[in-house]
C-alpha cells in the first residue's frame, strides 16, 4: 500500500468529522432559537414552581436511568461487531428491557420523593415519566449507527424537527391546562416521533428481539465502567438539583433553572460534539500509540476551544441581557447567577474533548473516580456554603464544582501519555484576556457588571 492509499482513510474521516461539526453546530444554534422562543412563551402561561417541581421530577428519573446506564450506545460506536444484525438486536432488546425496569423502579420512588420534598404532585409525576420512557425503549439502532458513521445530517433534521413539534404541542397545551402535565404532553408527542422516524431508517432491516450470549457478554464486559461511571455522573452533575431543591424553595428553584438551562448551552454543544463526533473519531483512531492518539487530537482541539472562549467570555459578560429582555420580573434574579455559572463550565468544557481519549483506550475509571470526586465536593461544599454565603455562596460552589473531576482526570491522562495541560493553561489565559477586554468595555460604556441592570432597560420595563 502505498503512502496516498494509507493517508486516504484518514482524510475520509477528517472530512467526514468536519461537516459533522458543521451540522451540530448549525443544528444546535437553531435548536437554542427555537428552545428559547419556545421557553419565552412558556414562561409567560406557567408560573416559576411548576418549573421547579417538573425540574426535581426529572432529576429523580435521570439518576434511575444513569444508575442503570450500561453504555448501550457507546458499546455500538466502539465495536468491531457493530454491523452485525445479532449484536444490534441484542442491544436493542437490552434497551427495552432496560427502559421496562427503569418503569418499575420509578414508581416505587415517587412516594417517597413527594415525602421528601413535601411536594405530593411528584408522587404521581415520577412514576409518569417511569411510564412515558418504555416506548422510547423501542427506539431503532438505526440512529445510534448514524453517529458512529458521522453521519449528522439527517440526525440534525430529525432533532429539529422532534423539537419543533414536541414545543408547538407543549405550548398548545399549556395555554388551555397551565400546569405541568402541559410539559410532558408535548415531551411524549416528540418522543413518538422520534421513534417512528428512526424506525422508518431502518425498515429494510428491522430490530427484531434477540438476546445473543456473546453480544450481552461485550456490552455489559464493557459497560461495567461505564455504569459506575454514568451513576457518579448524576451524582456528581444533579447533587445541585437535589440539595438546592431541599433548601430553597421551588419558585426559587425555578428561577435557578431558568439561569443553569442558559449557562449550559456551551457544555451542551461541546458535549454533543463529544459524542456525536470526537468519541467516534478517536475510537477510529484507538489502534494507534497514546503519544499519535494525543497528536490526532491537539490541533484540531485547539482552534475548537479558542472558539468555545471567545463564546463563553461574550455570553458570561453580556448574557444577562438576554434575561432583562426576554424574561418578566419573576426571573431577574437569573441575572446575577448566569455569569458566575457559565464561567463554571470552563473546566468541564476543556475535559470533554480529551475525556473521550481514556474511553477509546479502555479506561472509563479515571471518568468514574472524578465524577466520585465532584460529588464528594458538592455534597461537602454545597451546604456549607449556603449557610456561610447563602444563594451567592450556593452558586459559586456549584461554579467551582468540576474543578475536582478535571483534576482527577488529568491524572489519568498524564499517566496515559494522553495529557493537554499546556494548551488547556494557554486556552484558560485567553479567556481571562478575553473577559477582562469585554468587562473593560461594558463598565466603559456605562452598563455596569453583569448581573447589574442598566437603567436603559429599567426604561423599558
Not at 434511575?64 to 432488546?93: K, M, Q, V
Request: aromatic share 10%.
Amino acid at each position: 500500500m502505498n503512502e496516498k492509499d494509507a493517508l486516504e482513510p484518514e482524510v475520509k474521516h477528517k472530512k467526514r468529522a468536519i461537516e459533522a461539526a458543521s451540522f451540530i453546530v448549525i443544528g444546535f444554534g437553531l435548536a437554542q432559537v427555537i428552545r428559547l422562543a419556545g421557553n419565552i412563551v412558556l414562561t409567560r402561561l406557567l408560573v416559576p414552581e411548576i418549573f421547579g417541581i417538573l425540574t426535581i421530577a426529572r432529576v429523580f428519573f435521570v439518576g434511575i436511568a444513569l444508575f442503570s446506564d450500561i453504555g448501550l450506545e457507546p458499546s455500538i460506536i466502539r465495536s468491531e461487531r457493530a454491523g452485525d444484525p445479532s449484536f444490534l438486536n441484542t442491544a436493542w432488546t437490552m434497551q427495552i428491557i432496560r427502559n421496562v425496569i427503569l418503569a418499575i423502579i420509578a414508581a416505587l420512588l415517587g412516594r417517597p420523593a413527594s415525602l421528601i420534598y413535601k411536594e405530593p404532585s411528584l408522587a404521581i409525576l415520577i412514576p409518569v415519566i417511569g411510564l412515558m420512557n418504555i416506548p422510547d425503549g423501542f427506539r431503532s439502532t438505526s440512529l445510534v449507527l448514524m453517529d458512529r458513521e458521522l453521519n449528522q445530517e439527517k440526525i440534525t433534521l430529525i432533532e429539529l424537527a422532534v423539537q419543533v413539534v414536541s414545543l408547538v404541542c407543549m405550548i398548545v397545551a399549556a395555554y388551555f391546562m397551565r400546569n405541568v402535565w402541559a410539559l410532558l404532553i408535548g415531551e411524549f408527542v416528540g418522543m413518538l416521533l422520534r421513534i417512528v422516524w428512526s424506525h422508518l431508517l431502518n425498515a429494510s432491516r428491522p430490530n427484531r428481539l434477540v438476546l445473543e450470549r456473546a453480544a450481552v457478554k461485550e456490552i455489559l464486559s464493557f459497560g461495567k465502567w461505564i455504569l459506575v461511571s454514568t451513576a457518579l455522573t448524576f451524582l456528581a452533575s444533579q447533587s445541585d438539583r437535589f440539595i438546592l431543591g431541599k433548601l430553597f424553595s421551588m419558585r426559587w428553584f425555578g428561577v435557578y433553572g431558568v439561569a443553569v438551562t442558559l449557562a449550559e448551552l456551551p457544555k451542551q454543544i461541546i458535549g454533543r460534539l463529544n459524542s456525536k463526533v470526537i468519541y467516534p473519531l478517536i475510537s477510529k483512531y484507538a489502534h494507534l500509540s497514546h503519544e499519535e492518539l494525543r497528536e490526532k487530537m491537539s490541533k484540531p482541539r485547539w482552534p475548537l476551544l479558542l472558539a468555545i472562549a471567545a463564546i463563553l467570555s461574550c455570553f458570561a459578560c453580556f448574557g444577562d441581557f438576554f434575561i432583562y429582555l426576554l424574561y418578566d420580573e419573576r426571573y431577574r434574579a437569573a441575572a446575577w447567577m448566569l455569569p458566575i455559572l457559565v464561567f463554571g463550565m470552563w473546566p468541564l468544557i476543556l475535559l470533554s474533548t480529551n475525556e473521550g481519549c481514556l474511553l477509546a483506550i479502555g479506561k472509563p475509571k479515571y471518568s468514574a473516580m472524578g465524577n466520585l470526586a465532584k460529588f464528594v465536593f458538592m455534597i461537602v461544599a454545597l451546604p456549607l456554603a449556603n449557610k456561610l454565603g447563602g444563594e451567592f455562596g450556593a452558586i459559586l460552589v456549584i461554579a467551582a464544582n468540576d474543578i475536582p473531576s478535571y483534576i482527577i482526570l488529568n491524572v489519568g491522562l498524564v499517566k496515559e501519555r494522553l495529557s493537554f495541560l499546556k494548551q488547556d493553561a494557554w486556552l484558560t489565559l485567553i479567556l481571562i484576556a478575553i473577559t477582562a477586554v469585554l468587562l473593560g468595555l461594558r463598565m466603559l460604556i456605562g452598563i455596569g457588571m453583569p448581573g447589574q441592570m442598566p437603567q436603559f432597560l429599567h426604561l423599558l420595563h
